[in-house]
């Protein structure tokens, strides 16, 4: 596909009129935008999405299901999320990061169901809450200050 200049604004690989094989988006002459793989008509492998030439966002496909890991980047290039997914669902540890690159925050997911710790996290690295959730329900919230451990029983939905 061209725009009114002649430049190409998007490039697929079609067989039998379906996807299969590379799909690419330009932003601007030769910067990218979008870059897909599909087999058959559904996505496979890794996708990424750019934002002026640079990799904004990454994930990875199955099958046409969300499934392994996707990246956040920031505008330094550093990752800001890191999440796993398999099946479509979050599941296994989600991680969130400062500009610097110091972990913000974690959270435990089991097909797409809060199950685990979630800690939050000071620019030093220290625990500042930790929430341990069973199939979502909030079951006990750790806050520390000054170093101590103030446990609080909970029992909440998310």
Partial sequence: ???????????????????DGEF??????DVMSVLQRYVKGKLEGQSLFF????????MQYRDGVQDGETVIFGDNGKATMKAEYKAGKLDGLSSWYRPDGTLRRTSEYVMGTLDGDSGEYDEKGRVKERLTYRDDELI??????????????AGTKR
């Fill in 24 to 29: 690419v988006q330009y932003e601007a002459p």
């Fill in 51 to 58: 934002e002026k030439g640079r990799v904004r966002l990454a």
């Fill in 140 to 153: 006990e919230r750790v806050a520390y200050k000054e170093g101590k451990a103030v446990r609080e029983p």
């Fill in 1 to 19: 596909m061209f725009d009114r200049d002649g430049w190409i604004t998007q490039r697929a690989t079609f067989h039998g009129g379906v996807l």
